[in-house]
């Protein structure tokens, strides 16, 4: 089993940088990819950003492509997304998640995930 709590959520304006934390228990992080999807009020949970377990970063999603960055350590058990030049349009919970899986090209659908967080809220303000 492994547990993931997001953090780093929080009210901030348009332009501003905020970067989310997913910290993962057990031993076995390094053996995941690591996905980060949001969910905006009134819409479906979209794809964000991911890293396999090998470290290779999958296509980000257009809304993002070239703000935002995902990154891990596996020494701290934690996977991060550094969101930049944030806009309104990103204000969403942001959900971590955990896949056994390796093929890059699947880490966008979200049922390619066994473990999820609780979610952050991010409200971004214009």
């Known amino acids: 089993q492994v547990q993931l709590v997001e953090s780093g959520g929080g009210l901030v304006q348009a332009g501003d940088s905020v970067r989310l934390s997913c910290a993962a228990s057990?031993?076995?992080?390094?053996?995941?990819?690591m996905g980060w999807f949001r969910q905006a009020p009134g819409k479906e949970r979209e794809f964000v950003a991911a890293i396999s377990r090998s470290g290779v970063t999958a296509p980000y999603a257009d809304s993002v492509k070239g703000r935002f960055t995902i990154s891990r350590v596996n020494a701290k058990n934690t996977v991060y997304l550094q969101m930049n030049s944030l806009e309104p349009e990103d204000t969403a919970v942001y959900y971590c998640?955990?896949?056994?899986?390796?093929?890059?090209?699947?880490?966008?659908?979200?049922?390619?995930?066994?473990?999820w967080g609780q979610g952050t809220q991010v409200t971004v303000s214009s």
């Open positions: 998640a955990a896949s056994a899986g390796e093929v890059v090209a699947l880490l966008r659908n979200p049922n390619t995930y066994n473990y």
């Open positions: 057990g031993r076995t992080f390094s053996t995941y990819s």
